[in-house]
């Protein structure tokens, strides 16, 4: 597999114009190197991770009109992709077929409408996404690498590595802000800690700059409410090492009050830890009754009473645990999203 691949030889194109980290350039990063395993196909970006295949994007400009086979697909995530592929194409006259995929759960605006409505073809990461669009859409669930993401072979031992007490560990990992519900988090663990001696939260996660004096405040509220031995605030920690913090997780919480997918409940779940999540997103696609718990967002006695449950059932725990991990390895495997996208991709190609 080339990692810097001549522009001439590629058939797919995957834009990613956006320098900090996010869903989408995650997404990006789990699939191309896959991908790019069947197809002549790379991303199109200024700096991801030397394992991807990439081109820049000024080799756009001197790139050969046609491909090898007539038309590229342009598989654009975001709207400032889209719109390059749209200039492209008509501009400096490129043959491409548009692809958009969409995970957004809102009303567009009229601009968004109109760059969907120039695409080629529509891909929506979930059922709810799709019924925001205007038109047909192909529906793709995201996937996981289930290798990477799997139960750990003596959790105990874990623990002890990472410095973490042998207790009953729930965790709530991402970003620390208010529309992740890290707030409505803290709200229901607090008065579960108290009662409950034998537990421990883990919030894991980085606030950004705007959202700094929120952590401080969250910080404070943990301290006072006594609890701070039991209710860590831990740092980031690189994305090849997450799977081992969700490992040691008897239960994870995924509490956002909006998501446009979210891919941290799968990864738990893979990993053989039951799931209690808030109904947005596509969490309602992923989760199921045997699995974990859905409750209503911004809904703190419900979050604070689902995790309870939790709490006081060690076989509950583990019977979900179970069956969360073999769920995911049966439906959300990552080859099935990845060659889900290619068939799609291979039918643009064959097209006049």
């Avoid at 395993?37 to 081109?55: F, H, K, T």
């Avoid at 043959?95 to 601009?111: D, E, I, N, P, W």
């Amino acid at each position: 597999m080339d990692l810097r691949p001549d522009p001439a030889t590629l058939d797919v194109l995957v834009p990613n114009f956006k320098r900090r980290l996010s869903g989408v350039t995650s997404t990006i990063v789990r699939l191309v190197p896959l991908q790019a395993r069947s197809m002549a196909l790379a991303a199109v970006a200024p700096d991801l991770p030397a394992n991807v295949p990439q081109i820049r994007p000024a080799q756009l400009i001197t790139m050969p009109r046609c491909g090898r086979s007539g038309a590229r697909v342009w598989h654009a995530r975001r709207n400032t992709e889209m719109l390059a592929g749209l200039a492209l194409k008509h501009l400096l006259r490129k043959r491409l077929k548009l692809v958009f995929t969409s995970a957004s759960q809102r009303a567009h605006t009229g601009y968004t409408k109109w760059l969907i409505s120039q695409m080629d073809h529509v891909i929506a990461t979930s059922q709810k996404t799709a019924g925001y669009l205007d038109r047909p859409a192909d529906v793709i669930l995201h996937g996981i690498d289930v290798a990477q993401f799997s139960p750990p072979q003596d959790r105990a031992a874990l623990r002890a590595k990472l410095a973490l007490p042998d207790k009953t560990l729930i965790g709530c990992y991402g970003r620390i802000r208010t529309q992740k519900g890290t707030g409505d988090f803290v709200e229901a663990m607090i008065p579960l800690l108290k009662d409950r001696p034998h537990a421990h939260g883990l919030i894991m996660g980085r606030a950004t700059e705007q959202h700094v004096d929120y952590e401080k405040a969250l910080r404070t509220q943990i301290a006072e409410a006594g609890v701070t031995d039991r209710l860590h605030i831990l740092p980031e920690v690189p994305v090849h090492e997450m799977a081992d913090w969700y490992r040691v997780l008897d239960l994870f919480v995924a509490p956002q009050r909006w998501e446009g997918f979210g891919l941290t409940p799968l990864e738990a779940m893979a990993c053989g830890v039951p799931v209690v999540a808030t109904n947005v997103g596509a969490f309602s696609e992923l989760i199921t009754d045997q699995t974990g718990a859905l409750v209503r967002p911004e809904d703190t006695p419900a979050l604070s009473a689902a995790i309870a449950r939790y709490l006081d059932d060690a076989s509950l725990r583990a019977a979900q645990g179970q069956a969360a991990r073999a769920h995911t390895d049966q439906n959300f495997r990552i080859e099935r999203e990845a060659d889900a996208i290619m068939t799609i991709y291979r039918r643009l190609l064959t097209q006049p």
